[in-house]
C-alpha cells in the first residue's frame, strides 16, 4: 500500500524534468547529417544558446556531460604549468580543480567551506597571492551546497586589482535558471550542461568563451582534436561542429527546450525559479523553529533558485528521502560533498530542486510530501510550513 | 509571468492523467488485425477487466465514450415501452435516462438533488410504485455532483422487496477509484469508461452484464448491431468482439494500464484513492471554516474518492479556477449540471479530480495551488488546509 | 535466421502504416476538453474533412470503426421497412447491407460478385424494380475484392431514371487515395473510417451527409442519441459534436494527418496512390505470365489505388503470406470473402495494401520481398515483375 | 508531386535507422542516477556490450560520438612521441591518424587507397620498418570506402613478426554487423559508436580494451581525466563510469538496442547483414553489365556487410541521390573521401547502408528505388538487378 503510484516528480538537482515536449522532439527517426534539415536546425540553436548565457561571442556543443565541459573549457584555455585560483564553494568547485590539476595545472585554492558563497576579501588575498595566474575558476551555483556565488562582484574586484586572468565560470546548476550575464559580467569562459536548468536529457556539455579566451587558447598544449574550441566555434563543415557526428537526437531535443523558454521569455523564467525559491526558503523559515532542520545556507542572496540544500539530525535526512519516494511519488536528491560518503552525518543532508521544467504545483507539492514526511516518521518540525509557501507564490 | 510553466497537471475527472507507460504502450506501429500478437493481447483483457468489476460474467468494450456505453447497455437491457426506475443523483444520472428515454423507455424519475446520495426510503418508495419496472439505473458516482452511492444497500433493499428488476449501475467515474463488486452486489448491469480511473485515452466503453440481464436482453427490439453484447462477448471471431475493425491502439493502452492496475494490486488502488480524498476532504474541512467555500457533499460517506465537488461565492469558483490553471499549473475541473449553464451560480461550483494515476505529490500540489490561489485572490478561506492534508497522508 | 529484423512492413489494408507524426501527436498528456485548445483543435478539423470528401455539407465524426459509421448512416438515413437496393461487389457491400437488414431495412440486393465492378445495365434494372427504395448503397471501393466502382456513372443513371434514392456510399478503403468528389458526384450519403488513407489508428468513422439526406433523417425511427447525426454536426456545445467525452487522442491524431495531406496536397495524394498502384499491377501482369499468379480485377479502371487482391494455386497464397512475414518482414492481408473462411481455396487469396502513408519504397519493397519469397518457395511465376513496376514508377 | 511521401527510409551510413523499441525506450523520464534502477540497467549493460564486441576484457562507454572514441583510445594507449602505424583504406583510417598525430604521436603510414583492403605484404614492410611502434591503428570497416579488412590475417602477421605494437581496430561500421572476435583475434584496443550496428541514437563511444593495452595506457601522458579509461572500467562508484551525469537516456535506448540483438543472437544478426550485402552486391553486378555503374570494391571479401559504396559517372551520382530522395523515399549516403570534396568527381559516388534495423523489405526496396532513380533519369544500367536481388535473399 503505498501513495506513490502516479506521476512520479523526480526533484533531483540534474537530471531534471524533461519536458513532453522535448521527449516528443526526441522521438524521431534520425535524420541525414550530410545536408538539409538537421543542419539548419543546428545553425538555429547558436544565437539561443547565445542568449541564455548572455554573450555575443562565442558557443559550443560538446557531446559530454558537466565534466567533459570542465575538461573542454580547461584544455582550452589552461597551460601545463599555469596557475589557476581556485575560489571553492562546494564539492563542484573542488572537482573542476582536480580535472585542471590532473591536466597539469597548479591550482591556488581558496576554500569558502560547504555553506557560504565566496567571501571578497578573501578573493582579493588569493588574487594579490596570484598576480600571473591564468585564471580564477568559481561555480555560479554548486550543485552540491547550493550556495550561489556574485560573479560580478567578483569581476569587479578583478578589474579594480587590474588582474589579467580569465574569469571562468561553471554554470551547469544555474544556466536558465538564476540570471546570468556573460558579457556584462565579465566573465571569459563559461561551462553549462543540459539536463538542468536547459530541460534535455544528459549529454551536452556547452562551452561559451570571450575573444580573450579564444586568444589565450590559441597557445594551449592541453587541446585535444575533440576539445579544440576553435574549430566547434567557427565550423567550415557541419561535422566540425561536433568533431565528427553530431548527436541528432539531443540536438532535436535542445532545440524545443530552448524554444519553450524563447516563448516563456527569459526574464519569466528566471522570476519562476526565483519565486518558487522563495516558496522553499519560507517553508524552510517555518520548518526551522522546531526540531533540526535547517537549510544549508544562511544568507538568502546566496542562495541558488535552482536547488535547495537542506539537513535534519542524522540519519532523518536520509529516512525522509526514502519515504518521500516510497509514499509520495517524490524524488529528493541525495547530499554531495557535505559529509564524507557513508558516515552517519551524510543521512543528514538532503536537497530539493526546483530548477528547470517546474512550476507551482509541483514545488508546493514537494513540500506537502516533506511536510507529510516528516508527520509521518514524527520528525520534529516548525509548523505553518506550507501556508508560508502558498503565501510566497501568491505574492509572487 | 506566471508560475504555470512545467509539467502542467489536468485534474479534471476525465480525461485523467494518462500514465507515460499508457502514453508510451500506444506509441507503436499499426498491428495486424488479423492474426498474432493482437489477439491475443485483446484475450488477456478479459479476466483483467473482469476482475477490476468483481465479476465473473460478462465483459464487452466498445468503441466509444462512456455516453456509447450507457445507449450500449439500454439498447440491449431495455426494449421500447419498458419503464425504467432512475435514481438520480446528479446530471449523469439525468443523462442515462434521457439517453433512455430517447430509446423509447418510459422513466420513473426519482430526483436526490445534487448535494445527497440515494435515500433508502424513496428508493422504497419508486420500487413499489413500479413493480413491474424493467430496471433500476442508478450511478455509482456521480461525476457532475461526486456523490457516491450504497449500491450494496439498494441491491439488498430491491431484494427485500422482489423486485425483478435488473440493477444497472454508472461505474464510469468510480471504476478503478472505489471498491466496486459487481457479483457480490448483485448488479446486472454495469457501464463504464476508459478515460478516469483505468488511465487510457477517452474512446473505450465498457459493459458489463449478468446471465439474468443477458437473458433479457434477447428479447430486446432495440439493440443494433453495433450495440449487440451478446457477439461481443462471445466472439467467435476476433473483428466480432468489436463488431469491426479492432480499436488496436487503444488497445495497446488498456492493456499496459491494467497490467499497472495489477502490478500495485486492487485493495492498494483503492486505499490509495481512499486516502488521497480523505486528504482533499481534510483541506475542504479547514477551508470551511472561513468565508463561503464548501464541500459539496456533507457526508463523508457518500463521497466518491475518485472526485470531489466544491463551492465558492460566486464567482469565485471559476476566479480560482483560472488563477491555478494561469499561474500553478493545475487545471480544475468545472463544476457541471449544479447551476444553470451561463448563470452567475455555475461561477461557484468547480471540481478537483484525484483519479486514476495520482499520488500524494499530485493531490497535495493540487491542494496547495489552490491555497495560494485563494490568497492570491483574496478569497477569504479557513486556515490550516494544507497540515490537515499532511497529516491525513502522513496517518494513511 | 531471418531477414524479417529490421522497420516492419505492415501492408495490410487497414490498419495501414501509421505517420511518426500522427503517433508523435498522439503522445502527449490529456487535454481539458470544456474550454482551451482541444475545442479550437476540432473545430479546425470539420473544413479539412470536408474538403477531403469533396462536400460542402455536413460532416460528422463518430468514436466507433467502419461499422460504427455503417450504423450511423443506416440509422439516420433509413427507417424500419424502408427499402435499400444494395449494389454488392464485394464482402463490406454485403456486410453494410446486413447492418441495416438487422435495423429492420428490406434489401433488394444486387451482386456482382467478387471480381467485378458494378455493371450499368443491371444497376438500371435494380433501380426499376424498386422505384420507390429509400436509398442505394454501394462501395465506392471494396476492401475485400479491391474492386473500385464508378460512382459518378450510377448518379448519373439515378439522374437519367429520376430515381428518388439517396445515394450511401461507403469510402472506408479509399478516402485520401482514390479521387472522390462527394458533391460534384450527387452522393447524399458518404460513409469513411480513420484507419486507412486517413492514417490515424482505428478509433473514428467519419459520416458526411448532404441537405437532401438531412431532411429524410429527420423522421427516421431507428436514429439513436448516440448515432444522430444532427446533434454532432450542429453542436451546440462541444460535448455534442461526440455525445459525450471527446476521442482526444485520436483527435490529435487526426489533425496531424489531414495536416500532412493538406500539406503534400490532395492532388499529389492521389496522384501518388495511383502510380504506386500502376506499379503494382504492372508486376502483377509480369508475374501473370507463369504459373498461376492473378491479380483479382482484371480490368485496370475498375481497380482501387489504395489495395490490391491477388491469388496463386491454393494455399500457395498463404505460403507466401508467411514466408514474406517471416523472413522479409512484409505483412500481407489475408484473402477476406473470396472462398469460404477454412477451406482450401481461402489460402490462395492475399492483398497488398498501398494506401496512405506509402511511397515509392515501401510499395517497390514489398513488390520485391514478394518475388524473393515465390523465389524461395519454388512457387512459378513470370519474370520481369520488378523492373516492370520500377518502370512504371520512373513514368509515374 | 512526389512518390517519396510514406515512411521515410534513411539508408546512409549513419546514423542509421532508429528502432521504434529504442525510441521508445529513450522515450521516458528522467531517473535519479543516484540509486535504483538506473544503476541496475548500467551494470546489465557490460555483459552484453562485451559479448558483442568478442571480448572479456574491459569496455568502456564515452558520451561522445566515434571520433571521442578514437581519442580515448588514442589518449589511452599512446604517448607523445610514440609512433603508430597506420594502415589506411579509406578516409576515416586517415581520420584516426590524425587525431593521434595531433595529440603527439607520430604516424607511419601506408595508405593502401580509396578502393582495396590491406594487402600483407605492405603491411609486413610497414611493421619491419618500424619495429618499436606503440601501435598499429587500422580500421575493420572504412565506412567512406566500404572496404572491410581482415584483422584475423593481420594479427597473424603480427604474430608471425613478434612485432610488439598493440593492435587497435576501428569498428565504427561493423559492430553489430560484421563478425568481429576481439579476444580471438588478438586485439588490443577496438573502439565503436551507438548509431550504426548497435541502433541507438549519436552520442556514445565505446573503447573495448585488453589487459595488454591497460598496463600500457597507465604509463600514458596523453590521457586527461575524461578520457582515462581505468575509472570507467573499474568504477567505484557509479559516476565515475561517465565520469560525471550518466548519460540517461541513451542507455535506455542502448538497453533496448542490447536486448534486441540478444533475442535475434549474434550468428542471426551477422547472418542477416551477410545475405543483405549479397543481394546488394548481386544488383550491383547486373547493373555494372551496362554504363558506369561500379561498386567500389571488387573482392567480395573485402566488402563492408554493412554499408556499400558506388559510383557512377559524374554527376549521375548526386543525381540518382536526389531522385531516390526526392522521388523514392529514400535517403542514400554521399561518397566521402574518394574525391576532392566540391570536385565534380565527388558527385559521382554514393553509399547505401544496410546497418543495423534492417531486413529484406527495406534493402529490396532501396534497390528498387534506385532502379527505378536510374530509369527515371536516362542513366544507363544493366537490367536484371532486381531479380538477382530477390534471387539471392530467396537462397539466403
Same mark, same amino acid.
Given at each position: ?284 523559515? *517555518?520548518?526551522?523553529?522546531? !526540531?533540526?532542520? $535547517? #537549510?544549508? @545556507? ?7 533558485? %535552482?536547488? &535547495? ?58 513540500? *506537502?510530501?516533506?511536510?507529510? !514526511?516528516?508527520? $509521518? #516518521?514524527? @520528525? ?7 501556508? %508560508?509557501? &502558498? ?6
Amino acid at each position: 500500500m503505498s501513495l506513490a503510484n502516479g506521476r512520479r516528480y523526480l526533484a533531483t538537482p540534474g537530471p531534471s524534468v524533461m519536458p513532453d515536449r522535448v521527449l516528443n522532439a526526441m522521438h524521431r527517426a534520425a535524420p541525414n547529417i550530410y545536408e538539409g534539415e538537421m543542419l539548419q536546425l543546428t545553425e538555429s540553436l547558436w544565437p539561443d544558446l547565445k542568449a541564455l548565457a548572455g554573450t555575443r561571442q562565442h558557443a559550443t556543443i560538446y557531446i559530454g556531460n558537466g565534466h567533459a565541459a570542465w575538461e573542454a573549457a580547461n584544455s582550452n584555455a589552461l597551460r601545463r604549468g599555469d596557475t589557476a585560483i581556485v575560489l571553492a564553494t562546494g564539492r563542484f568547485g573542488h572537482g573542476w580543480a582536480e580535472n585542471a590539476q590532473q591536466l597539469g595545472v597548479e591550482i591556488a585554492l581558496t576554500d569558502f567551506g560547504t555553506a557560504a558563497p565566496i567571501d571578497l576579501e578573501r578573493c582579493e588575498a588569493a588574487l594579490r597571492a596570484q598576480p600571473n595566474a591564468r585564471a580564477v575558476l568559481v561555480t555560479h551555483v554548486d550543485t552540491a551546497t547550493t550556495v550561489r556565488n556574485n560573479i560580478k562582484m567578483l569581476r569587479r574586484l578583478m578589474d579594480d586589482l587590474n588582474h589579467p586572468a580569465l574569469l571562468m565560470v561553471d554554470c551547469i546548476a544555474s544556466l536558465g535558471c538564476d540570471e546570468f550575464r556573460m558579457d556584462d559580467w565579465g566573465v571569459d569562459v563559461m561551462v553549462a550542461a543540459s539536463q538542468k536548468g536547459v530541460m534535455t536529457p544528459p549529454g551536452l556539455g556547452f562551452v561559451f568563451f570571450s575573444e580573450k579566451a579564444r586568444a589565450v587558447a590559441k597557445t594551449s598544449d592541453r587541446r585535444s582534436p575533440y576539445w579544440n574550441w576553435d574549430n566547434r566555434a567557427d565550423a567550415e563543415h557541419f561535422y566540425m561542429h561536433f568533431y565528427g557526428t553530431a548527436p541528432t537526437h539531443h540536438l532535436f531535443g535542445l532545440r524545443e527546450a530552448l524554444t519553450m523558454i524563447t516563448e516563456e521569455g527569459l526574464e519569466a523564467v528566471f522570476h519562476r525559479h526565483r519565486i518558487l525559491a522563495q516558496a522553499v526558503w519560507a517553508a524552510g523559515a *517555518a520548518w526551522s523553529q522546531e !526540531g533540526a532542520f $535547517a #537549510l544549508n @545556507i544562511q544568507d538568502p542572496a546566496a542562495r541558488s533558485h %535552482a536547488v &535547495t540544500a537542506m539537513r535534519l539530525a542524522a540519519p532523518d535526512g536520509t529516512r525522509l528521502r526514502r519515504w518521500c519516494e516510497d509514499h509520495g511519488g517524490l524524488t529528493l536528491g541525495v547530499g554531495l560533498g557535505m559529509a564524507p560518503p557513508g558516515s552517519p552525518q551524510a543521512d543528514a543532508f538532503f536537497r530539493l530542486a526546483h530548477m528547470g521544467h517546474v512550476n507551482a504545483h509541483m514545488t508546493l507539492g514537494a513540500l *506537502a510530501v516533506m511536510d507529510a !514526511g516528516m508527520k $509521518a #516518521l514524527g @520528525i520534529a518540525h516548525g509548523s505553518g510550513a506550507l501556508e %508560508a509557501a &502558498t503565501s510566497a507564490i501568491a505574492q509572487g
